[in-house]
């Protein structure tokens, strides 16, 4: 079966701090991948999406860049973390054609002091 | 392109009363819709989701939804809330074009209160 595995859980880093979330999948092959941001009483934001190896795409300008270097892996950084990157990030799968729903990683609670 | 609008932010129901949650979308095409579920720091869990066919789909732990074309709404059931119902729920919606990015709701939060 397939898996999702996102880590760290929680993350307390201070505000010019580099940044690296990472996610992987199992149990699947070439699956489309993207990172969502979830901030406080907020729905979900969409920051990138990736349907294969070193293809990614930006949904919003920011302070954050991804990378995909194999397959079913998946990493969000940053170079200097700003207060307004605070949220919760999730990490989610889907196969191709967009019927198949999303598979969500546990997600990751950021707090920039 | 698509939106989906969930029209209330907060839904506070008594233990085993009936709930809906309201969901509206709007597309120039042919969509799929999803239900997600997700509880206090955990990712999102898809409770249901309509592709084809039936305009009544059935999911987990209960739920359903309706699809209407006419009205673009995927409004989302419950007959007899528990009080481990509380949670935020998503509707969503994906277009039917091959294209793979799902756009997500504000949410809404449903209390359950014994």
């Known amino acids: 079966s397939q898996t999702i595995h996102q880590w760290p859980a929680t993350l307390v880093q201070p505000v010019g701090s580099p940044l690296s979330l990472e996610c992987t999948v199992e149990g699947t092959s070439n699956p489309n991948l993207y990172w969502y941001r979830q901030a406080a009483g907020r729905g979900l934001q969409l920051l990138f999406y990736s349907v294969g190896i070193g293809q990614i795409s930006s949904e919003v300008p920011q302070n954050l860049s991804a990378s995909r270097p194999q397959d079913r892996q998946f990493i969000l950084s940053s170079k200097k973390l700003l207060l307004s990157d605070s949220g919760f990030y999730l990490c989610?799968?889907?196969?191709?054609?967009?019927?198949?729903?999303?598979?969500f990683g546990s997600g990751t609670r950021l707090t920039v002091v | 392109a698509q939106s989906v609008t969930q029209l209330d932010s907060q839904v506070p129901v008594f233990e085993e009363a009936p709930v809906e949650l309201r969901c509206n979308y709007s597309s120039s095409v042919s969509v799929y819709l999803f239900w997600y579920v997700q509880y206090p720091n955990q990712g999102l869990q898809l409770l249901l989701k309509?592709?084809?066919?039936?305009?009544l789909v059935k999911g987990i732990n209960g739920f359903e939804a309706e699809f209407n074309k006419s009205q673009t709404s995927f409004h989302l059931r419950k007959p007899s809330v528990h009080i481990s119902d509380t949670a935020e729920y998503f509707c969503a919606v994906s277009e039917n074009t091959g294209g793979f990015k799902t756009i997500f709701g504000a949410g809404t939060r449903l209390f359950v209160k014994a």
């Open positions: 989610a799968w889907s196969g191709t054609g967009g019927d198949y729903g999303y598979t």
């Open positions: 309509y592709l084809s066919g039936s305009t």
